[in-house]
């Protein structure tokens, strides 16, 4: 059965320090990694990875894949009270529909950043 | 000009009744989904609809099914409510093609109560 795994389930860090979550996956035909930041609604896009050894990045917030360690980590850093969330890594994989048979999330990483 | 949106927000309901939650997308994607996040946060697959094509996650009751009247819509019907069935459920859609940027968009989600 495919399995998305991540790390830690919760973390409670300072405004200011830097983060990092971690994923790993057992997938069969394996596609692409995505993470996702969700707050009180939906989940919001942050990174999609398919090759391994390039990061994504964005403002105080990048990403990376190592294909070898079916592994991901999304780091955060110079936190900020904004950035409490739940981030969640899911991946895709080729199935009958090629390739959006659905994302199979992990149960997510509860970030919590104090003042 | 929202991407996904949902319909109701909330939705509350007794035991045993038949509910629909509506979905549609104005993204021009030819996929869409639906997920459920349980209590604990865990969002997982249930459907995924693409050009007539379903793919069911072998785990969700045939109490659930999904109808599509064109590629912008994906409703979820759902029958004889039980109090399992309380959860946050998500839209979600992208477009399949042969590119690897498919990253997944979701609704705001729907919350739904069995008493």
């Known amino acids: 059965e495919d399995k998305v795994v991540q790390s830690p389930l919760s973390l409670v860090v300072h405004e200011g320090d830097t983060v990092t979550l971690n994923c790993s996956y057992e997938v069969t035909n394996f596609r692409s990694l995505l993470w996702y930041k969700q707050e009180k609604k939906a989940p919001t896009f942050l990174f999609m990875l398919t090759s391994s050894g390039i990061e994504k990045k964005s403002g105080r917030l990048s990403s990376i894949l190592d294909k070898k360690e079916l592994s991901s980590i999304l780091n955060i850093t110079a936190t900020q009270t904004g950035d409490s969330a739940i981030y969640l890594c899911a991946v895709s994989f080729y199935g009958r529909l090629g390739g959006a048979d659905g994302l199979t999330f992990g149960k997510g990483t509860h970030l919590i950043i104090q003042p | 000009d929202t991407a996904v949106s949902q319909t109701p927000k909330y939705l509350v309901t007794q035991m045993g009744n038949d509910k629909s939650i509506k979905c549609e997308q104005n993204l021009g994607h030819d996929t869409m989904y639906w997920y459920k996040q349980d209590s604990k946060k865990f969002l997982k697959i249930m459907f995924s609809y693409n050009n007539k094509e379903l793919i069911i996650n072998e785990t969700v009751p045939n109490r659930f099914s999904p109808k599509s009247p064109d590629k912008a819509h994906l409703n979820l019907h759902i029958n004889s409510l039980e109090l399992g069935d309380s959860a946050v459920y998500f839209c979600?859609?992208?477009?399949?093609?042969?590119?690897?940027?498919?990253?997944?968009?979701f609704g705001p989600g729907t919350r739904l109560t069995v008493l």
């Open positions: 979600a859609s992208s477009l399949r093609g042969g590119g690897i940027d498919n990253e997944q968009f």
